[in-house]
């Protein structure tokens, strides 16, 4: 009876787990670069919805498309406004064309990690509109990356938050040995975040590490905190199972981490 209840106990965990961990990889997607801006805009009593691009393989230049409703077709016209982020120059204009009911237009590719501020403009006689307003859409272009390593990566760090909730789950419980689940935690978070990752990394940007300590980026620094918060979980129970206070401590850290949005202050 006691070993069905500690069957049914630790199933519950690893439910919980994943349901917190699919929580926290939504947020990731929809609160990062590479997640489309979307949104509507009224223009000649029609409402106008609208999916832009934030994020890009730099193989070609970025296609921007609108679908146009079928009154606008032959009487709208539309042009892109762009300007490489934060740089002192003018804007630059490029007119869009209609194909078969949507306007296209094209920004130019630009180095890995390169940027562009841009503005998607509808225009009808003197009647013109901006579709997201006085707010540029931010556009991040990027290497080619190999899709066998991203998709190990994306597993792999999954797996990382999945042990490293099911093991603050289980700091909060009776106490039970946390050497497993401790050590595949810092196993799995060291391999997608200090193997795969950098690779990656140097796929789309060039680089292989760019956060602390030699660079900015955020998305480098929040793994090695992590990183370090495992570490620090493990050295506590270097002769004996590690501290429950040290694994539910990495354990909140790695959600609390996890809750920053993906490239807060890009690559």
């Known amino acids: 009876m006691r070993m069905e209840k500690r069957k049914l106990k630790s199933f519950t965990f690893w439910v919980v787990a994943f349901i917190i961990t699919m929580a926290l990889a939504i947020y990731q997607r929809v609160s990062g ?4 801006f979307r ?15 934030r994020s890009v393989e730099n193989k070609d230049n970025c296609q921007i498309i609108i679908n146009l409703p079928e009154s606008f077709r032959g009487r709208v016209q ?8 934060k740089a002192e120059s003018p804007w630059n204009i490029l007119a869009m064309k209609e194909q078969n009911g949507v306007l296209v237009g094209y920004l130019p590719k630009q180095p890995p990690a390169g940027k562009l501020a841009y503005y998607v403009h509808l225009v009808s006689n003197s009647q013109e509109v901006s579709l997201t307003g006085e707010k540029a859409v931010v556009i991040r272009f990027k290497g080619p990356v190999s899709k066998p390593v991203l998709i190990g990566h994306i597993i792999i760090m999954f797996l990382a938050m999945l042990f490293s909730v099911r093991a603050g789950l289980q700091a ?3 106490a ?23 690779i990656i990394q140097k796929m789309a940007f060039g680089v292989f590490w760019s956060g602390f300590p030699v660079g900015h980026d955020l998305t480098d620094t929040k793994t090695l905190l992590i990183m370090i918060a495992w570490i620090a979980a493990l050295a506590s129970g270097r002769k004996t199972s590690p501290k429950k206070a040290w694994v539910l401590g990495a354990s909140i850290i790695t959600i609390l981490v996890f809750l920053i949005p993906h490239s807060l202050w890009g690559s």
């Open 172 to 174: 909060l419980g009776q």
């Open 78 to 85: 539309g042009y892109l406004e762009f300007k490489k982020l």
């Open 39 to 53: 949104g509507s805009a009224n223009f000649l009593g029609q409402v106008i919805k609208f999916k832009l691009p």
């Open 33 to 36: 670069p590479t997640y489309p």
């Open 176 to 198: 039970e040995d946390l050497a497993p689940l401790t050590r595949w935690t810092a196993v799995l978070f060291f391999l997608g975040g200090f193997i795969l990752g950098p």
